[in-house]
């Protein structure tokens, strides 16, 4: 069982930057792939980051790439996402969720999810 919090969300006007964090229970953080999906409000569910075990792999949404960096810290149980740049159509709700499968993109290959946290984007 892995528990996931996320942290960071807030309000911020366009251009502007936010650096959002996931921490993890459990003593084996860096076996799983880790990614970043939002979620806005009547929308399904997007992918926007992911990062293997290591961190020497990222693969990022066209739509958040040159904006947006995922990287880890094994030893603190944390994956973060530094959005920079941000836009309004980034509004969402932002979730951390991990993986056994690798990194990737398809929501269903992650088996545990984070409670989401709440960035919007002021115009």
């Known amino acids: 069982q892995v528990q996931l919090v996320e942290s960071g969300g807030g309000l911020v006007q366009a251009g502007g930057s936010l650096r959002l964090s996931c921490a993890a229970s459990?003593?084996?953080?860096?076996?799983?792939?880790m990614g970043w999906f939002r979620q806005a409000p009547g929308k399904e569910r997007e992918f926007a980051a992911t990062?293997?075990?290591?961190?020497?792999?990222?693969v990022y949404a066209d739509s958040v790439k040159g904006r947006f960096t995922i990287n880890r810290d094994n030893a603190k149980n944390t994956v973060y996402l530094q959005m920079n740049s941000l836009k309004p159509e980034d509004t969402a709700v932002y979730y951390c969720a991990a993986s056994v499968y690798g990194l990737g993109y398809r929501e269903d290959q992650y088996r545990y999810w984070g409670q989401g946290t709440q960035v919007t984007v002021s115009s």
């Open positions: 459990g003593r084996t953080f860096s076996s799983y792939a």
């Open positions: 990062i293997n075990w290591s961190g020497s792999n990222t």
